[in-house]
């Protein structure tokens, strides 16, 4: 049933959390032309280099997975079987595993580029059916400390800006993010809102000098791991001169006395020493601050991934909540996601603690509520494996077997070594995946085709609760089949048939949008057909409400939490990642390029990205090269407590002295481990997100 020729639909990039809106044409004989859509409201017809070639990836077939594979034993090479032994086989494993070891031997690892569709069932199936709540994602890596620190200061998992805000603000904040490269139509706003109004001012927090920080008025580039200190200080700075916003502080908040009394703890002039800036540039940064009308601070990973990542959100929240500076247009947190459906994920509860619709799996009422609209088995009290300990469970025994969705683990998490060992003892590990690229291949038992992008339907949701339709426009190669398809086929094989007998997407939608209703994220008006004829709409989204959804929250200074106050938290500035010592001095930092996405799975097969950066390599000062006798270009070792990596040194002023940075996509390249960044990474998690501190390992670097 192939369409052919001039058949054009509009659909959103599946990179990035930006979603920006794309238009395909099939131009017959396996030809796609795409450009990006004028219509679409987050993009505007703009597309980065990533979603300017995104076609090649669905044109180019060579890697793709068509047929279910299995092997019975390590020893084996995989092997062609039907779709109905694979799921069969793989149903009667989990079954002897579940009976014998109990349902917490099994678990999920699926990925923030999933559907929500496909996440939905997934989550049903292991809390609902299988009685367990081990499914993690890949955002775990990603968002979840934004995500508790959204909870702990607003009540509620969510964002409370829109992307329109941008050209509203006046006072860009961008705190440990690289927009220009990793989200880069964001910035295109940005810049050209900058460069129609030279008065806006942009302050970028950043141990590199990006291309961001290249832009920015004000550049602090901070000592790694020293953000709660700043922002202590710049809220010190804000008390003390009064332009705080009382009015706000009183009726809308709670916690602003301990928060007031923390930051005053430390002067202004030790943070700036202790974040390796000067005092005056902190003071600049609560000036520009203080005159904005509109105060839109920007983060990524760098506040995320690590060991303090909650309390990094949560002390830069705290900055709109003493200025009042949220919920009014140009205003608020803005933590822009790294994934394109991680927060579709998270609407339907697709984590280890949540619940469908931002509902928490350790409140005994909205288990019983979830276990009610299921009317499947009762949901487990205990919080699931998260990502980084599911793959500990499998290497000490707990977890027995594995299901991995739409990810590549085996490149991505840290302490990479460790996530080999579990893998290595895992008892069965299935691996579902659109490419024979995946890393994670070598350990899989049984493999299991997916359709790609363009090859479903179903929906996404951007950074700015943006939920976009997504529909199909070509038949998966082979047997391949949409992943929320291979659930409910094995949900069969697992005699749960009967509540997971859905005709469509449309139908899993539908159930999740019902699961919605009376929560803060209801969409319980929204279905396929409005999101068809509307194309995106953002949520919370009821029939009495405005016909695009909300764009932006607590504009009436009600938040979620149940005195309906938003609350500032007293914070800490210590940080606690790994030591340095004199064996391992320096600090190791990881990101992403503009051109590559994640592992490389896409992005690696095409030649245009791939002419931008296709090899890791280490950014390292030049006084730390001088005294390592390191010279530009050189082959070095990357040494950590850990393990090692071997790439080229490339020494640049953009990065301070003591810190190195190495690019985290790589895996093995020619079969040697050698350039896999996440050798080096260390196992450390946020206690409260439990997401990793991919930004701060202690490593020595060598000539090699
Ligand atoms: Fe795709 Fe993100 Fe680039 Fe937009 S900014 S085209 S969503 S990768």
């Known amino acids: 049933n192939k369409r052919h020729s001039n058949n054009s639909v509009k659909s959103t990039c599946s990179y990035c959390g930006v979603g920006c809106g794309v238009v395909v044409t099939d131009l017959g004989d396996g030809k796609l032309a795409l450009e990006g859509d004028k219509d679409h409201p987050s993009s505007k017809g703009m597309l980065c280099s990533k979603g300017m070639n995104l076609h090649y990836t669905v044109m180019d077939k060579s890697d793709r997975l068509m047929y279910p594979e299995m092997r019975f034993n390590r020893g084996m090479p995989l092997q062609r079987v039907s779709w109905d032994n694979a799921l069969e086989r793989t149903a009667a494993i989990f079954k002897t595993f579940i009976e014998k070891y109990g349902p917490d031997s099994v678990g999920f690892y699926v990925s923030g580029q999933c559907l929500t569709e496909e996440y939905y069932v997934i989550n049903k199936l292991i809390k609902g059916f299988i009685g367990s709540n081990n499914i993690d994602t890949n955002s775990r890596l990603c968002m979840s400390s934004a995500v508790v620190g959204y909870k702990l200061t607003l009540g509620e998992d969510s964002v409370p800006v829109c992307y329109d805000d941008i050209e509203l603000a006046d006072c860009f904040f961008v705190t440990g993010a690289n927009p220009a490269w990793c989200h880069p139509i964001i910035w295109r706003r940005v810049e050209a809102h900058k460069q129609a109004n030279p008065d806006v001012k942009i302050i970028v927090v950043d141990p590199r000098k990006t291309q961001t920080a290249s832009q920015a008025d004000l550049h602090l580039q901070i000592?790694?791991?020293?953000?709660?200190?700043?922002?202590?200080?710049?809220?010190?700075?804000?008390?003390?001169?009064?332009?705080?916003?009382?009015?706000?502080?009183?009726?809308?908040?709670?916690?602003?006395?301990?928060?007031?009394?923390?930051?005053?703890?430390?002067?202004?002039?030790?943070?700036?020493r202790i974040c390796?800036?000067?005092?005056?540039?902190?003071?600049?940064?609560?000036?520009?601050?203080?005159?904005?009308?509109?105060?839109?601070?920007?983060w990524t990973m760098g506040l995320n991934q690590s060991v303090v990542g909650v309390n990094k959100?949560?002390?830069?929240?705290?900055?709109?909540?003493?200025?009042?500076?949220?919920?009014?247009?140009?205003?608020?947190?803005?933590?822009?996601?790294?994934?394109?459906?991680?927060?579709?994920?998270?609407?339907?509860?697709?984590l280890a603690n949540m619940l469908p619709a931002h509902r928490d799996l350790l409140n005994p009422e909205h288990r019983n509520e979830v276990e009610v609209f299921w009317g499947g088995t009762k949901i487990s009290d205990?919080?699931?494996?998260?990502?980084?300990?599911?793959?500990?469970?499998?290497?000490?025994?707990?977890?027995?077997?594995?299901?991995?969705?739409c990810t590549n683990p085996l490149v991505s998490l840290p302490d990479i070594k460790r996530v080999e060992k579990g893998l290595e003892n895992a008892r069965f590990v299935v691996v579902q995946d659109i490419s024979r690229r995946s890393d994670t291949l070598a350990y899989a038992d049984v493999v299991l085709p997916a359709a790609g992008w363009l090859e479903k339907e179903g929906t996404m949701t951007n950074s700015e609760r943006r939920i976009t339709y997504l529909p199909k426009m070509l038949d998966a190669p082979g047997e391949a089949l949409p992943d929320t398809e291979i659930i409910n086929r094995f949900a069969e094989k697992m005699g749960f048939g009967e509540f997971?007998?859905?005709?469509?997407?449309?139908?899993?939608?539908?159930?999740?949008?019902?699961?919605t209703k009376g929560t803060n994220i209801d969409i319980t008006a929204l279905n396929y057909e409005i999101l068809?004829?509307?194309?995106?709409?953002?949520?919370?989204?009821?029939?009495?409400?405005a016909d695009f959804g909300t764009k932006r929250l607590f504009e009436d200074n009600q938040f979620f939490t149940a005195d309906k106050r938003a609350k500032i938290h007293a914070i800490p500035d210590s940080n606690h990642s790994e030591e340095l010592d004199a064996d391992f001095p320096l600090i190791l930092t990881t990101g992403r390029?503009?051109?590559?996405?994640?592992?490389?799975?896409?992005?690696?097969?095409?030649?245009?990205?791939?002419?931008?950066?296709?090899?890791?390599?280490?950014?390292?000062?030049?006084?730390?090269?001088?005294?390592?006798?390191?010279?530009e270009g050189q082959v070095v070792d990357v040494i950590t407590r850990r393990g090692e990596a071997r790439v080229k040194a490339k020494i640049t002023t953009d990065i301070k002295q003591g810190v190195c940075f190495m690019p985290m996509h790589f895996g093995k390249i020619l079969g040697s481990d050698f350039g896999r960044t996440n050798n080096l990474t260390n196992s450390l998690v946020d206690p409260r997100s439990k997401e990793p501190d991919f930004k701060f390992s202690a490593v020595e670097v060598k000539a090699h």
């Open 382 to 405: 205990k919080s699931g494996f998260t990502a980084t300990e599911m793959f500990d469970a499998l290497a000490d025994g707990r977890m027995k077997a594995i299901w991995i969705v």
């Open 313 to 350: 959100n949560i002390a830069l929240i705290d900055l709109h909540l003493i200025t009042g500076k949220i919920g009014k247009e140009g205003n608020g947190p803005f933590s822009l996601t790294g994934q394109p459906n991680a927060m579709g994920g998270r609407e339907v509860g697709g």
């Open 500 to 515: 997971f007998n859905y005709n469509s997407s449309s139908e899993v939608y539908d159930e999740h949008s019902k699961s």
């Open 276 to 298: 390796g800036v000067r005092e005056t540039d902190i003071r600049w940064a609560a000036e520009y601050i203080r005159w904005s009308k509109g105060f839109l601070s920007m």
């Open 532 to 545: 068809k004829e509307k194309r995106s709409v953002q949520w919370p989204f009821k029939r009495n409400n």
């Open 223 to 272: 000592n790694p791991g020293t953000d709660i200190t700043l922002y202590n200080a710049i809220g010190r700075i804000l008390i003390e001169r009064e332009w705080i916003d009382n009015e706000f502080i009183e009726n809308h908040t709670n916690g602003f006395e301990a928060y007031k009394e923390i930051v005053f703890q430390r002067s202004v002039r030790e943070a700036a």
């Open 593 to 631: 390029i503009r051109d590559q996405w994640h592992t490389m799975t896409k992005t690696g097969k095409v030649n245009k990205l791939n002419q931008h950066i296709d090899q890791p390599y280490l950014e390292i000062h030049p006084k730390d090269a001088d005294s390592r006798k390191i010279s």
